[in-house]
């Protein structure tokens, strides 16, 4: 359907999942089709993938999740946040109470094993104090 002066039809799966607000930047949502992430209509997708109206995506997220969407709108320019949601139907099931809990349970976990930053400049005052060095 590529005439000498039109586009093809659709939109490219990784500028939209973009603009959609699905992904923060256009790199990252390359990389997750790229990971094999992102599927359109039951088939790994890769970022050039043009997307139609009805096309129904699923992406895999961190921990196991996975986040149902069908394509509702086309867009390949950035737009507002609540403009961007309305461009897709998300029909993920709300999650269940023991995965709320899970998901809290890893969240206390990650942060209890980051190790903490370099010191501020209050907690650089009290080791130089500590230490005799006013």
Request: glycine share 8%.
């Amino acid at each position: 359907m590529v005439n000498g002066d039109r586009e093809p039809e659709g939109v490219r799966l990784d500028i939209w999942l973009d603009v959609s607000c699905l992904y923060r930047t256009r790199s990252e949502a390359q990389k997750a089709c790229q990971g094999g992430k992102v599927e359109v209509n039951g088939l790994a997708a890769k970022p050039n993938r043009r997307l139609r109206i009805g096309d129904e995506l699923k992406i895999k997220r961190p921990f196991g999740r996975q986040q149902r969407v069908v394509v509702r709108g086309l867009e390949d320019r950035h737009i507002a946040k609540p403009d961007a949601k309305r461009l897709y139907e998300d029909l993920t099931p709300p999650p269940t109470a023991d995965e709320i809990e899970l998901r809290r349970m890893e969240r206390i976990f990650r942060a209890a094993m980051t190790a903490p930053g370099s010191p501020d400049k209050r907690q650089r005052r009290a080791i130089r104090k500590m230490k005799g060095r006013d």
